[in-house]
């Protein structure tokens, strides 16, 4: 069956997260005495990645962790700041103008928060593109993806089928194989391998690869 719907997850996919966690720890004023001396290259020591995750991520700091994220999360000037990835908006417009109905999926602690900053960074698409963001768990182990895919999915009358989710994370994959979607691993900065029983997913390491990825499964 066609692929017809496309959740992104937006950190990782199509903002870079790591950009702006590189900022946080190089210039908040509370870390920079620690961590304002590190290069780009050595982000992962400071933050090693946890299989279940495979990227990045603030909490997983061996003892700053649930601190980094509040301080994080509450300094807009640094949460903020994470810039599209190249080429993401033509993407968007593109796959729009050919049919597809595309939404973003993300997870927060703060719902409002997020989804005004969301509504800022991604003004030129959001005329079609669906912006939803969930709130998730404390250890983001949960199924709030899940959740809000199988929302979504009634909201709007869309076929598990015909829907692919596209993010970094690998605890997500999870959200679209329970649902009936079809799950797709993109590769950001500083990701990690997939676990051996989940290497039948695809992995993506650009937008332009996931495109023509999509355009084979389609016939185009």
């Given at each position: 069956?066609?692929?017809?719907?496309?959740?992104?997850?937006?950190?990782?996919?199509l903002?870079?997260?790591?950009?702006?966690?590189y900022?946080?720890?190089t210039?908040?004023?509370?870390?920079?005495?620690?961590?304002?001396?590190?290069t780009?290259?050595?982000?992962?020591?400071?933050?090693?990645?946890?299989?279940?995750?495979?990227?990045?991520?603030?909490?997983?700091?061996?003892?700053?962790?649930?601190?980094?994220?509040?301080?994080?999360?509450?300094?807009?000037e640094?949460?903020?700041?994470?810039?599209l990835?190249?080429?993401?908006?033509?993407?968007?417009?593109?796959?729009?103008?050919?049919g597809?109905?595309?939404?973003?999926?993300?997870?927060?602690?703060?719902?409002?928060?997020?989804?005004?900053?969301?509504?800022?960074?991604?003004?030129?698409?959001?005329?079609?593109l669906?912006?939803?963001?969930?709130?998730?768990?404390?250890?983001?182990?949960?199924?709030?993806?899940?959740?809000?895919?199988?929302?979504?999915?009634?909201?709007?009358?869309?076929?598990?089928?015909?829907?692919?989710?596209?993010?970094?994370?690998?605890?997500?994959?999870?959200?679209?194989?329970n649902?009936?979607a079809?799950?797709?691993?993109?590769?950001?900065?500083?990701?990690?391998?997939?676990?051996?029983?989940?290497?039948?997913?695809?992995?993506?390491?650009?937008?332009?690869?996931?495109?023509?990825?999509?355009?084979?499964?389609?016939?185009?």
């Open positions: 069956m066609a692929i017809k719907n496309i959740f992104w997850d937006v950190d990782g996919v903002a870079n997260l790591n950009y702006a966690y900022n946080f720890l210039k908040h004023p509370k870390y920079a005495p620690m961590y304002g001396h590190i780009w290259e050595q982000l992962p020591e400071v933050l090693p990645i946890v299989p279940k995750y495979g990227a990045l991520e603030l909490k997983t700091h061996p003892t700053l962790g649930k601190e980094l994220d509040y301080d994080f999360c509450h300094s807009p640094f949460f903020t700041n994470r810039p990835y190249p080429n993401v908006i033509e993407t968007l417009k593109e796959l729009n103008s050919l597809y109905r595309q939404f973003t999926m993300s997870a927060t602690f703060d719902v409002e928060t997020k989804k005004r900053f969301l509504n800022n960074l991604l003004a030129e698409v959001k005329d079609f669906v912006i939803e963001c969930v709130q998730h768990g404390k250890f983001m182990h949960d199924t709030a993806k899940e959740d809000m895919l199988k929302a979504c999915f009634e909201q709007y009358g869309l076929k598990a089928e015909e829907t692919v989710l596209v993010d970094d994370r690998i605890y997500n994959q999870a959200a679209a194989i649902v009936g079809q799950p797709i691993r993109y590769r950001c900065e500083f990701t990690t391998d997939l676990p051996e029983d989940l290497k039948w997913i695809p992995e993506m390491h650009s937008l332009e690869e996931f495109k023509q990825w999509l355009f084979k499964q389609n016939g185009k």
